[in-house]
């Protein structure tokens, strides 16, 4: 039987420190999805996934087991992948003045597979802001409590940012 997240972690800080290379295994791929996502550079990204588990690996008894492990090691990528946009902001140039307003109700219109094969071509032209939870909700198919969680947002923001993706990509892929 597969221990769950949290009962890996709390037998990784009791038992067996190696057992952390479980953990690495089971998320290392998503978080670089994640990471590539937020930076388009897959060198970065892998730096920042490795600082991330350092990170973890270093704060592990820090991490409370009644919540969520996967939202917690995403967050660490978030900080961490931000921190990288933020040393690199003119190779990132990030649009925060963006504000497309629609009356459009976009669920009518799109499927949730119509979104994610359009995201694919489209996802690199959003800003961050918007990517982050769209990639999220979409790609690592985390709740919109979830996603409220990693990116420190309130849930109605992660709703409103997802509405908003939505609307740049339809807006983007049209062209």
């Known amino acids: 039987m597969q221990l769950t997240d949290e ?8 038992e067996d420190k190696e057992l952390f290379s479980d953990l690495v295994k089971r998320y290392e791929d998503k978080l670089m999805q994640y990471a590539v996502f937020l930076i388009h550079d897959e060198q ?7 600082d991330s588990f ?11 087991t009644n919540k969520k492990f996967s ?3 995403f967050r660490i ?14 190779e990132f140039p990030i649009r925060e003045d963006l504000n497309y ?3 459009e109700d976009l669920e ?3 499927s949730k597979k119509e979104i994610m094969e359009m995201a694919h071509e489209c996802l690199d032209k959003i800003p961050v802001i918007y990517k982050e939870p769209l990639v999220l909700y979409y790609f ?8 409220s969680e990693i990116l420190r947002i309130p849930m109605g923001t992660v709703s409103i940012r997802i509405r908003r993706a939505k609307e740049l990509m339809k807006k983007i892929c049209q062209k």
């Open 7 to 14: 009962e890996l972690v709390d037998k990784i800080r009791k």
């Open 54 to 64: 350092i990170k973890s690996y270093k704060n592990l008894n820090g991490f409370n």
């Open 108 to 110: 009518e219109n799109f």
């Open 140 to 147: 690592e198919e985390k709740s919109y409590g979830e996603v």
């Open 44 to 50: 970065k990204a892998m730096d920042v996934v490795q």
């Open 71 to 73: 939202s917690w090691i």
């Open 77 to 90: 990528v978030h900080n961490e992948a931000m921190n990288k946009i933020n040393k690199y902001k003119k």
């Open 101 to 103: 307003e629609s009356k």
